[in-house]
């Protein structure tokens, strides 16, 4: 039994550097301040709709409220936002983010429409934001090393490996049940006929062009061919009931998410639905050891270095072959 829970506690709580932890605060702070910028007037629609349309998700358990303290409460998130991708004021900041942000995407939820594909972006905002993800690259950071001199690089630790292995396991759960959704349907296992995956993108492009968008040219030219969308489907499904498998090697969680991550590209190529976490690869950061891009100008620096050594070496514009130095000493 103690065996057991070793191996569990050695699985949730691997020592991670800070600056992974911390890369992943900068990468889903800066999308969650990019995305909710240019949507503050299609939010602000959204909180002015008919009250008939308003019906209560998540953490929203009270009425509609007015529209200018909505937009104060949108405005303060992004100042949060902001704030949490900059690592200023983590301990307060980042709590604050964690439930504002919660509070507007369940609002926006609340009013008859639902944005699936909005829910992890929230998890790992509040995974980020309850944890220690400002140890590094962080103004806190900066203003502790500013006030007392020393050391700025935290030794690899448990407290910024779980907050990372969580977000894994909140992408692979979400992926997860989706195909648990899909077989405990009324289709089953028959879902990966791809008749229902081809009748969803009808749908959609027929709910275009009765509102007035465009609809995806690719999808009236696949229609015709279900062995495409056979193909599809099984693979889609594949992906999503074998999501949890990624959690248990780090090389199997690259190979899933560059998969997953490609399978959304052909959703977006096919079907035109955008997935704005999913399409950018963010959604797939925390299984990567992004950490290392910030080596990756060193890196160029040396092999540009290694590169102009030679030239360094001998005199510009004559040979160093010993056939022409032989030739100069004659």
């Keep these: 039994m103690n065996a057991i829970v070793e191996r569990l506690r050695g699985f949730w709580f691997e020592p ?22 240019p949507q503050q007037d299609n939010l602000l629609d959204v ?17 509609p409220v007015g529209v200018e303290l909505f937009q104060w409460l949108m405005r303060g998130t992004i100042v949060a936002a902001v704030c949490l991708t900059l690592g200023l004021w983590h301990r307060f900041t980042g709590p604050v983010c ?25 998890f790992h905002l509040i995974v980020l934001g309850l944890s220690r993800s400002a140890d590094a690259l962080s103004l806190d950071a900066w203003m502790r090393h500013w006030r007392r001199p020393g050391p700025t690089a935290a030794a690899p630790a ?27 349907g009324p289709l089953g296992l028959g879902w990966m006929s791809g008749e229902n995956l081809r009748s969803q993108m009808a749908i959609d492009c027929i709910r275009k062009e009765v509102l007035g968008g465009q609809p995806n040219e690719m999808a009236y030219a696949l229609y ?40 959304h590209w052909g959703i977006y190529f096919i079907m035109n639905i955008t997935f704005h976490y999913q399409l950018w ?50």
């Design 16 to 37: 991670a550097p800070a600056a992974r932890l911390a890369m992943l605060r900068i990468l889903v702070g800066a999308f969650v301040v990019g995305y909710l910028i």
């Design 47 to 63: 909180a002015q709709s008919d009250r008939q349309l308003y019906a209560p998700v998540g953490v929203v358990f009270h009425g």
């Design 224 to 263: 015709d061919y279900l062995p495409l969308f056979t193909v599809l489907a099984v693979a889609s499904l594949s992906l999503e009931f074998l999501a949890p498998v990624a959690l248990f090697h780090r090389r199997l969680g690259v190979i899933w998410s560059v998969n997953t991550f490609l399978m």
């Design 158 to 184: 448990s407290r910024y490996g779980w907050p990372v292995r969580l977000m894994c396991a909140l992408i692979v759960s979400t992926y997860f049940l989706a195909a648990v959704a899909k077989l405990a």
């Design 281 to 330: 690869g963010l959604i797939f950061a925390p299984f990567f050891r992004i950490e290392r891009l910030l080596e990756l100008p060193r890196r160029l620096r040396r092999r540009r270095a290694k590169a102009e050594t030679p030239a360094a070496d001998g005199a510009p514009g004559l040979a160093t072959s010993p056939q022409a130095a032989n030739l100069v000493k004659g």
């Design 98 to 122: 964690a439930a504002l942000a919660l509070w507007l995407f369940c609002y926006r939820h609340s009013w008859n429409k639902l944005y699936h594909s909005d829910n992890v972006v929230v």
